[in-house]
């Protein structure tokens, strides 16, 4: 049993045993709820009246106790009827759709226009007041509610392959109802239900209270409510039972609705909200900063926070940055690229964080550690110094608001200026990331551009402050080909523009590394295993996974396409030894043991033991 | 935008026919002769002169179709009828009493949207955290209690016991503007409490969707600062589905009405038709509760056009 199912079976335990109170009251030693003992009037509590005696002197605990039963009666006949009505619209109006569907779901929606109150006053005015009355007029409240949602259910499960597969076995359709569908909307039902229940009780307690409702000397909370308000200057404890009642009644039907939601769909989004908006501590890199001429990652690793410990998802990551060069990290998907890139602007999801390492940054204020900045320390650097290109520009820009005012936003934030001269700004910056008409477009929305457009205007908001870093997440791949040309082509561009950026390049494509990058690693499962300059690297591989990824692209010499066989393996799976190995080809008994990053000469490196055997000989 | 409005407009004035369709219907669905029937009470037979002369007075002894026709053209000139009481027409009593109910409702939307998002929010940004317990707690009780529980209690502690505020009434604006807005505090705060309670509930919601979002992490990849992310880049697009929760809660709210106005003494739509209802006076009923229900649909369309403002993607759906 989960702990959802737990804390249901407790809530449904203690209403049971509520329940059994007002069920049981004929058996009950309860004094009589009619009956006047003007003596006993507005008494307090005794031995013998638990909750003391109402304005005729009558027992306010068996009053209580008896009211119980009307409020139940109504409520829980009312919803019992329309939930048998509303469902049997509901499947019909959903399994056969048509003029049945209008009749049965479609004329049962006008009810919902009208306020529930108002209707159920309606057919008071019309039947006069009374239980049965009260009974008549919520089930008609209450069907439309049923209706739909067992109308959603049945449009839903009648879809399914295995109803389709009954009907074409020829079964008749209302024991396809009966058996397949009706059993599959219990869930929504119940929520329903006990929804239904407790607006019921609500109704009627507020119909009772008004005097439309039960018609006295029967007891029920909303009537006994009613008489002690009018006498709430002689006894204000009157007014506390029955209200009590009712309340405490109400939410215990809507914790058993809430209860029953999470047994029924159990959320996956973890709590705890997001973590950045949270105090955050203040950390130390613990060692001097170095010197550096624009970015030095060093042993930088990222790992996922789990109920016991962490796992790691990048290891060791190392790499350097000066100014004016281009760094690619290119990779399958989950080898750790765009991970790295979000650590360097504290970006990472929620669960994740950098367990290890530095990423030194030089500022205009001195050195920082990228890695160990609060949310309030990377406030200055982001957007400003440090900036950041996302892979799906569509979901990145805010679809609320226009892009010019979100392009001045970040403007304004770093360097501020009045309105009119950031719209000057932007209109220019618009123009130099080549969209067409920038004046109009910059009152467009999001939506209003098209793909490549709104990846120029991301473009545009990152180096719209002249960063000295520029992340770009694979930002040309939800592209279609044409624009992706056209995009580079901007990234050489603004790199002429501004000849100290540098630029940390995510990509999976080799072809768009060749063309935009100076500098490459390589990295396979959370890895970097190989790093030079790109001409090096293309012309000379020295590890074989470089090699396999070369030979696999289309634009590639090999005489044919050649695919990596087996899987990357995943985090919690890691190899002890080279990550590589079990899909490598050259793999030796050595190759077993955790493999440093080996300096090759002439500034490159590879994470192959075996590089030298390999290739001497091809070099 | 100028097209949406109009459409919006259009669904409305169908929805208006369709609600009047459905009350004209209820009278005559009920089975038994409807006269009859509102002469009733308990188990006594009515005495069958009454029920001839009701029956022609409220013109049930022709057609019904002739009826259907004459009362919707009537309805088109807003005429209500007469009471069955004292023969006076309906529609000045409610034009009287309208713009007291809206203000009511209006006076609880807004306490409830300037409390209901920011706790809502807060609640978000502190997920699992005590202040968030506490906010979904309280949003909880207030919930479960029935208005005119919240009300009585008002009047009893702040009426009776403190002696800060009459237990209820009204005065009019122009006579004395502290005095209306000083009786008007009571009844717009318990009307606002279970609204609140939602909107609670639904920003916090929609505030914890939001910052999930890419475009969240592109405010901060700007270099924003909190606030300013909070504001512009998350509220304001958690607001959205809260408006849309707001028009479906717009029906309690009104029912809400019925029962704080009788509780507060609010000379409102709602006392009278509690009163109409007492008395079984059918026309006034039905005035009443239409013209409650035209003030829903009108509601209900003022949020849609709130909404395609608040998201400009709206405008281009349907």
């Known amino acids: ?48 009246n638990w909750l003391g005696n109402d304005e005729y002197g009558r027992d306010v605990l068996s009053r209580i106790i008896w009211g119980a039963r009307a409020s139940l009666a109504v409520a829980f006949g009312s919803a019992f009827c329309a939930a048998v009505i509303g469902t049997v619209l509901g499947l019909l109006g959903g399994y056969f759709r048509g003029i049945t569907e209008v009749l049965a779901v479609r004329s049962t929606e006008i009810v919902i226009c009208l306020p529930p109150l108002l209707l159920a006053m309606l057919v008071i005015t019309i039947l006069g007041a009374g239980v049965l009355t009260l009974t008549v007029a919520l089930t008609i409240l209450f069907v439309p509610n049923y209706t739909r949602v067992v109308y959603a259910a049945t449009l839903q499960t009648g879809g399914l392959d295995f109803v389709k597969a009954q009907e074409a076995m020829g079964t008749h359709p209302l024991k396809i109802l009966a058996r397949t569908v009706l059993p599959n909307i219990v869930p929504p039902l119940l929520v329903q239900f006990s929804l239904t229940v407790a607006s019921g009780i609500l109704l009627e307690s507020g119909l009772s209270f008004l005097g439309l409702g039960v018609v006295p000397p029967a007891p029920s909370w909303g009537l006994m409510i009613r008489a002690a308000r009018a006498a709430m200057d002689q006894q204000p404890l009157l007014l506390l039972w029955p209200s009590l009642s009712l309340a405490g009644t109400v939410l215990l039907l809507n914790v058993i609705c809430d209860r029953l939601q999470d047994v029924l769909s159990p959320k996956t989004a973890a709590r705890g909200g997001a973590a950045w908006l949270r105090r955050q501590i203040k950390r130390t890199p613990g060692v001097p900063a170095p010197e550096v001429p624009l970015l030095k990652i060093e042993d ?37 690229k765009t991970l790295t890139g979000l650590a360097m602007t504290g970006l990472l999801p929620n669960a994740l964080n950098v367990t290890d390492g530095h990423a030194w940054f030089r500022t205009d204020n001195g050195v920082v550690d990228l890695s160990a ?103 040309t791949t939800a592209l279609d080909p044409t624009i992706q040309a056209q995009i580079l082509r901007l990234f050489g561009k603004l790199k002429d523009d501004n000849p100290g950026m540098g630029v940390i390049f995510v990509t999976h494509n080799l072809a768009v590394v060749k063309e935009i990058a100076t500098h490459v690693s390589v990295m396979y499962a959370g890895q970097v295993v190989e790093q030079g300059t790109v001409a090096e690297v293309f012309a000379d591989p020295r590890h074989p996974y470089t090699k396999a990824l070369l030979a696999s692209v289309p634009e590639s010499d090999a005489e044919r396409l050649e695919s990596i066989p087996g899987t990357v393996p995943q985090p919690g799976a890691m190899p002890e030894g080279c990550r590589f190995a079990p899909r490598c080809a050259h793999a030796a008994a050595a190759c077993a043991a955790p493999q440093p990053l080996l300096d090759t000469g002439a500034g490159r490196t590879t994470r192959c033991l075996r590089w030298a055997d390999l290739w001497k000989d091809v070099a | 935008m100028l097209r949406y409005v109009a459409l919006r407009v259009l669904i409305a004035l169908v929805l208006v026919w369709l609600v009047s369709t459905l009350v004209f219907l209820v009278l005559h669905l009920v089975p038994g002769d409807p006269a009859e029937l509102l002469l009733s009470a308990g188990n006594t037979a009515p005495d069958p002169e009454a029920v001839a002369q009701l029956r022609s007075q409220m013109g049930l002894d022709r057609p019904v179709l002739a009826q259907y026709a004459s009362y919707i053209a009537d309805l088109t000139h807003l005429d209500f009828g007469v009471s069955l009481r004292d023969q006076n027409p309906i529609a000045p009593e409610l034009a009287l009493r309208l713009p007291r109910t809206l203000e009511l409702i209006l006076a609880a939307a807004l ?23 506490l906010v979904s707690l309280l949003a909880s009780a207030a919930l479960s209690t029935p208005v005119f529980v919240v009300g009585t209690t008002l009047v009893l502690v702040f009426a009776q016991w403190l002696g800060w505020i009459s237990a209820g009434g009204y005065v009019p604006l122009a006579e004395d503007p502290a005095r209306h807005f000083a009786l008007l505090a009571m009844p717009a705060a318990t009307i606002a409490l279970p609204l609140t309670a939602v909107m609670i509930r639904m920003t916090r919601a929609s505030v914890l969707e939001v910052l999930e979002k890419d475009h969240v992490r592109t405010a901060r990849a700007k270099g924003l600062a909190r606030g300013p992310i909070i504001r512009r880049h998350v509220v304001r697009n958690a607001l959205v589905p809260v408006i849309t929760v707001l028009g479906l809660e717009m029906g309690t709210l009104i029912g809400g009405t019925v029962l704080v106005e009788y509780v507060f003494n609010w000379p409102g739509l709602s006392g009278y038709l509690v009163r109409a209802v007492e008395a079984r006076d059918y026309p006034e009923v039905v005035g009443i509760v239409l013209v409650i229900s035209f003030l829903f649909v009108l509601l209900n369309l003022l949020i849609d056009i709130t909404y395609a403002v608040l998201d400009p993607r709206v405008k281009l759906a349907k």
């Open chain 1, 1 to 48: 049993m989960t702990r959802a199912q737990r804390s249901l079976y407790i809530w449904l335990g203690l209403a049971a045993v509520l329940i059994a109170f007002p069920l049981l009251a004929p058996v009950l030693p309860l004094q009589p709820t009619i009956g006047m003992d003007i003596p006993h009037r507005f008494a307090g509590p005794s031995a013998a």
């Open chain 1, 300 to 336: 930088l690793s990222v790992g996922v926070a789990l109920e016991h410990g962490s796992m790691g998802l990048t290891k060791g990551i190392s790499f350097e940055i000066k100014p004016g060069e281009t760094m690619a990290l290119v990779g399958e998907s989950g080898s750790g």
């Open chain 1, 373 to 475: 900045l609060t949310e309030d320390e990377f406030g200055p650097l982001r957007g400003n110094e440090i900036s950041m290109v996302f892979q799906d520009a569509s979901a990145a820009l805010n679809p609320v608001h226009r892009i010019g005012d979100q392009l001045a936003e970040i403007i304004q934030r770093h360097r501020p200026m009045p309105k009119a001269q950031a719209e000057e700004e932007v209109v220019d910056l618009l123009r130099k990331v080549g969209i067409p008409d920038p004046e109009r477009r910059q009152r467009a929305y999001p939506f209003e551009l098209s793909g490549g457009q709104r990846q120029r205007a991301m473009i545009a908001m990152a180096v719209a402050n002249a960063p000295k870093l520029l992340i770009a997440d694979e930002p």
């Open chain 2, 111 to 133: 306490i409830a949207s300037l409390i209901g998002v920011p706790l809502g929010t807060i609640a978000a940004m502190r997920d699992g955290g005590w202040s968030e317990k």
